[in-house]
Each structure stands twice: as C-alpha cells, then as structure tokens.
C-alpha cells in the first residue's frame, strides 16, 4: 500500500524526468518498479507498479516522467 509519503516525495519531481536512482528502482526480472524513500537504508522499497506480464523489459530506459 503506498502512502500519501509517497506521492509527496515526488511532487517536487512532477513534469520532470528522473532517472532510476537509489530512490527509484525498477527489477528487470521481476518487472517491478519501486521507490525507496531513505535510498537504501533501514526502510524497504515500496513496489507501485509491475511493468509487464510473464516478459518484463530488460531496461525502462534512462528516464521516467512524473506525471499527476
């Protein structure tokens, strides 16, 4: 379940391009997309999206668009 934390911490990123980073990660195996609010630390990722179904993308490329 993702948060209302989780939308704040990309407000300041919407209508901006992102690359996967410490905070965004996408898992070209499992197809999951997920954001981890500390980058690493204590806290584990949140999953918000699969990307595909059985075939998952080996890249999402090199940005991400947020989009409200």
Do not use: R
Request: net charge negative; glycine share 14%.
């Amino acid at each position: 379940e993702l948060s209302a934390t989780f939308f704040t911490a990309l407000a300041p990123m919407l209508g901006t391009k992102v690359g996967a980073s410490a905070n965004l990660l996408y898992n070209a195996t499992s197809g999951v997309l997920a954001y981890d609010a500390d980058g690493g630390g204590a806290l584990a990722p949140v999953t918000f999206a699969i990307v595909g179904s059985g075939i998952h993308p080996a890249s999402l490329g090199q940005d991400f668009l947020v989009v409200a």
